[in-house]
Structures are given as structure tokens and as C-alpha cells.
């Protein structure tokens, strides 16, 4: 199932028929020496005994991947749900803008180099601070680590969470950041000015509201200059959306009417667009009205491209180039959701109904991806993946700027060619084109003998890297 999983994402039905001899789309069942045909039943049965071993599993994971001091990075993610009778069905906030359906939330804990270590789900209404305690307490008790550093977002390492689940267990140090509101609050005591940017893109400060804590101020141009461009087209969006409602209360012919209905058609908008803080609204029954608030539109404006990192760890364990680096591996978590989600491994839509189903289901593809991301490490070499973090790292001007590709990544982009002139492919289509690797079965007299088909150059390179043979 985690095969099947990896090469082709689909129901347990399906899965069951490509493991069944008259419908295989694949050698999978063969090269597997399944002989007997898989039923549904029998797909079902395995996801129950994967589910009773999964604790142990993670456990093995934390024990291989894991070691004490280790940086363990953690973020949330939900995904929507097809039907109505499964207790962890619920609604809440769709990060798959799927409104209209339930969902299920699930938190991914990896390692420093985004390695799945261990993944849970909750009921779907689950705000993402309350999954802190829970990984905290797996941390301690399963995995038995006395000294990490959890690195999470400021969704979720909140203060809250920070005061009452991370500062009272010794040995847990922490990396997040601070909100825009948090941040507008430093700026107007006078604690974080524009001037720390002039000379350098990064600042250390200190604040009493924080204590015992390094706060590490960054300012990135590029990443001001998009929240800028995007203000401005939501603002306009909004404004345009807006003009229409008032146009509709002053038409002669069925005006819009009722401050309930008014407010109503305007709510739809500011929650569409998310702009409704810069807008000052007045609704009457018989009118509406709208302008914007120029000093809130500066103030935020003020603060583009300044995001401000919050840490426990002391400067003699990490400098603050390392901090923000830290904090910023919270991508390879937020990569291995999309892979999980949509990309490659599918875990949407989910029909089951059973709690103990769907999570066995989302343990199968946290399973799936951990393949999958051993994969695409050996694989880098004939992908379009980075292949030397090391000189990548070296190329970049700032750790608070964007990441540069490497030499030998930017030479596979410009020719699409490895450095040993083959293709570069993706890691979807390097499946497909090993897919096409055939199994045949030849018969010489009496005789049945099975014969792998001749690799070409690609697919050879492919399977070296991964150490695997072509043969039967």
C-alpha cells in the first residue's frame, strides 16, 4: 500500500485491483510475490495493523532520525472531507478553501532536514495551538528526549502555548515568531526602529515583555515589496466589490434595503478579500457607504518586509544567522504537505468513516512520504531538486534573503539536462518514464521464464542511484 501510495495515489478499491492478476495496471503484486489477489477486505485489515504498530513505528523514527539537542520542526495542516459520519469530521478553517465540506486536522513533526518523524490528527475544529501539548508530551515520554529545540509558527507557538506548555519543561527550547500586532507594539514603544535595517538586514533586540527570550529582527525588500503589491490589488478589489453595494442602494429600481441585508452583502466581501481592517463602513437601512483608513493602511505599510523571530535558545548554542535559518526549515514541513496533500501522495479527499481508518490512512501516507523523501534524496542527481545544499547555501547573499540554487541545480534548469547530458526530469515523471521499464513474460517451449526488459540510460542512472537492480 505505501507502493501503491508512491507510484499511483488512489482508494483503497483501486489499490486492491492493481494488486488483483486480472486488473494489475502494474508488475507491483508480482514483484512484491503476492500470488493470491488482494481484496478490499484485506486492504482494510492491513490499515487496522498498521494503525496498532504505529507508535512503535514512530518511536523507531525518533530513535533513528532524532538524537538529544536535536531541532524538531512541527507545523498543522487540514485537509477536506468527503461525507458526514466520521467523528473527526468537523467543520473549521479550510486551508483548502473547501468551506461547504468538513475536514480533519493533522500535525507533522520532522527533523531538522524535513524527515517525517511522526504525524497525528485531530478533530477538524482543532485550533493549531491546542496540538502543541500533545507533540510535547510525545516528545518527552515516547521519544524520550531530554533536550530539543521545537520550531514552530507564530499560529501556534503562541504566548500562551509558549507560557504554559513550553516554559515549564526543562530542557525544551523554542523557535517562533512574533505577530504584526506584537511587532506594531515594539515599533511604537520604540524598542524596534527602522534605523537597526540601515547597514544590515538583520538586528538582535531585547524587550522586557519577552523575557529571558532573543528576539531577532529581519527586514527582507523583496518580501516588502510583494506585501505591498498585494495590499494594493486587495484594497482595490475591495473598494471595486464595495462601489457595487452602494451602487445597488442607490439604483431606482429594487434598491438594496436593511441594514441586515446590507451588512450581509458587505460581510461576504470584507471575508472574501480580508481587507475589511483599512475599511471604515457606514450602514443605514435606506444607503451604505465606505472609506478607507489611510493611517492604518501606513502604519501596516510601515512594517513590510520586517518579520521579527522569537527564541529561547541562547546565542552560545545559536547565532542569530542560524536562528533564522531555523526557523525558516519550517518550508520543508510546508513542501511535505503539499507532496502529502496534492502533488504527489493524494492524502485528499478522504472518505472514510471510521476514526481509526483515517488514521491509519494519514499514517500510511506520512509513511509513503518518508519513501518518498529518501527517494528524492538519492534521486537529486537526475532531478530538478537541489543536489548541493552546501554550495546553494554558499551562493546566498543573506540568510534573511531569498535561498539561491546552486551552481549545478541552475545548470539543470537552463539545459534540462544532468551533467551527464540525460534528461532532468521531476520526480513524477522519472516515475512515469521507469513505469515504462517493463516485466515479460517469454515462452521457450514448455518453459515460462520472466525477462525485464533493457533499461535506457535514464532509467539505469535511476535505478543505480537508488541501488536497485533491473532483474528478476
Known amino acids: 500500500m505505501i507502493v501503491a501510495r508512491i507510484l499511483e495515489p488512489c482508494s483503497k478499491l483501486a489499490t486492491s485491483r492493481g494488486l488483483h492478476p486480472a486488473t494489475a495496471t502494474s508488475s507491483l503484486a508480482s514483484v512484491l510475490g503476492l500470488d493470491a489477489a488482494v481484496e478490499e477486505t484485506q486492504i482494510y485489515h492491513a490499515m487496522d495493523w498498521l494503525l496498532v504498530r504505529q507508535q512503535k513505528i514512530e518511536n523507531a523514527l525518533a530513535k533513528r532520525h532524532l538524537s ?30 473547501r468551506r461547504g465540506n468538513p475536514q480533519i486536522v493533522f500535525g507533522l513533526m520532522t527533523n531538522s532536514q524535513g524527515c517525517p518523524i511522526a504525524v497525528e490528527v485531530f478533530k477538524g475544529n482543532t485550533g493549531d495551538p491546542k496540538t502543541v501539548a ?37 530542557g525544551l527550547q523554542w523557535i517562533s515568531a512574533l505577530k504584526s500586532v506584537q511587532i506594531q507594539k515594539l515599533v511604537q514603544g520604540g524598542a524596534l526602529q527602522l534605523s537597526l535595517f540601515d547597514q544590515r538586514d538583520l538586528a538582535e533586540i531585547q524587550h522586557p515583555s519577552y523575557p529571558g527570550e532573543r528576539l531577532i529582527a529581519c527586514h527582507n525588500p523583496l518580501l516588502a515589496e510583494e506585501r505591498s503589491r498585494k495590499r494594493k490589488e486587495l484594497l482595490e478589489a475591495t473598494q471595486k466589490q464595495l462601489d457595487k453595494i452602494v451602487a445597488t442602494t442607490q439604483r431606482k429600481k429594487k ?4 441594514r441586515k441585508e446590507i451588512g450581509l452583502a458587505v460581510g461576504r466581501i470584507l471575508g472574501r478579500y480580508k481587507m475589511g481592517k483599512h475599511f471604515r463602513l457606514f450602514i443605514e437601512d435606506d444607503g451604505f457607504r465606505c472609506e478607507r483608513k489611510p493611517d492604518n493602511i501606513e502604519r501596516e505599510a510601515a512594517l513590510d518586509g520586517i518579520y521579527v523571530i522569537r527564541t529561547s535558545v541562547p546565542v552560545q548554542t545559536l547565532s542569530s544567522e542560524k536562528v533564522v535559518g531555523c526557523y525558516k526549515g519550517l518550508s520543508d514541513v510546508e513542501r511535505a504537505f503539499r507532496s502529502l496533500k496534492s ?6 479527499p478522504i472518505y472514510h468513516h471510521l476514526a481509526d481508518r483515517v488514521r491509519a490512512h494519514v499514517f500510511l501516507c506520512m509513511l509513503a512520504y518518508y ?25 546566498r547573499k543573506s540568510i534573511v534573503s531569498p535561498a539561491e540554487r546552486s551552481p549545478k541545480a541552475n545548470s539543470k534548469d537552463a539545459l534540462k539536462r544532468t551533467s551527464d547530458g540525460l534528461p532532468v526530469h521531476s520526480f513524477q515523471t522519472l516515475l512515469k518514464d521507469l513505469a515504462t521499464l517493463t516485466m515479460n513474460q517469454v515462452r521457450i517451449g514448455d518453459q515460462t521464464v520472466q525477462m525485464v526488459a533493457t533499461p535506457t540510460p535514464v532509467q539505469q542512472r535511476a535505478l543505480d542511484l537508488l541501488q536497485v537492480a533491473a532483474s528478476v
Open 134 to 170: 500533545p507533540q510535547v508530551q510525545k516528545l518527552r515520554q515516547r521519544f524520550r528526549l531530554k533536550q530539543m529545540v521545537l520550531v514552530g509558527d507564530r499560529g501556534m507557538l503562541t504566548s500562551a502555548r509558549i507560557r504554559d506548555d513550553l516554559k515549564p519543561q526543562e
Open 343 to 348: 502533488v504527489d501522495l493524494k492524502i485528499r
Open 68 to 97: 538529544e539537542g536535536s531541532l524538531i520542526l512541527y507545523d498543522v495542516s487540514s485537509t477536506y472531507f468527503e461525507g458526514r459520519h466520521c467523528p473527526l469530521a468537523c467543520f473549521g478553517h479550510s486551508r483548502d478553501e
Open 255 to 258: 434598491p438594496l434595503r436593511g
Open 371 to 395: 519513501v518518498e523523501w529518501h527517494m528524492r534524496q538519492a534521486l537529486a542527481p537526475v532531478l530538478f531538486d537541489e543536489e548541493d545544499p552546501e554550495a546553494a547555501e554558499a551562493a
